[in-house]
């Protein structure tokens, strides 16, 4: 998938990878659904997400909380005080540990609610989406408050990070039906 450059092209990434999303959960089934993710057999996946994920829950919530940033972070900038996207005390050098403070924090949200609350933050950051032109969103140096454009937020927190969501889930599965995850 080539990185988007243009509204068009961010609707339509977005819309594709939400719909591949979607359908991949849909395809799932309810024993994958129900084995915990484990990735420790795999010396290739050390990042820590492979460790702090376990489950679809998991994975809702850190879509969700990744739209929330974008949805906090644009409306304070556009309301005159100027905060960075990563949160104090935290940085694009120790976002990972921002990321397990968001699942630790849900550690007791169903996947029921997490899936609506993913559902929901989804259509509230397209219906942000929307409401920019391509100049706006894919200009540079359009708001003071963004280093790159605008649109690249848009993208690292939707087409880009539900593509994330299904490449771990296509690794859960392929984890779950090898013959090793039968042995043990």
Known sequence: MPRPRNKDD?????DEQYKKLNDFIVSMTEQE?????????DPKKTERHWSRDK???????????WHQLLLSWIKVNESGEEKPFIPEPYS??????MNCE????HQKTSLEDAKKMFEKSHAEVY???????????FGRGVYPWVNTDLGSYFVSVMPSHYDWAI???KAHRKNHSSPQSRIS
């Open 10 to 14: 961010l609707v339509k990434a977005a």
């Open 33 to 41: 659904l129900a084995t915990e993710f484990d990735f420790s057999n």
């Open 55 to 65: 489950n679809l829950r998991d994975i809702y919530i850190h879509l969700y909380e």
């Open 92 to 97: 694009w050098k120790t976002y990972g540990d």
């Open 102 to 105: 968001f699942w630790e924090k």
């Open 127 to 137: 219906g942000l989406l929307d409401n920019y032109t391509n100049e706006q969103l």
């Open 167 to 169: 490449k771990k889930l």
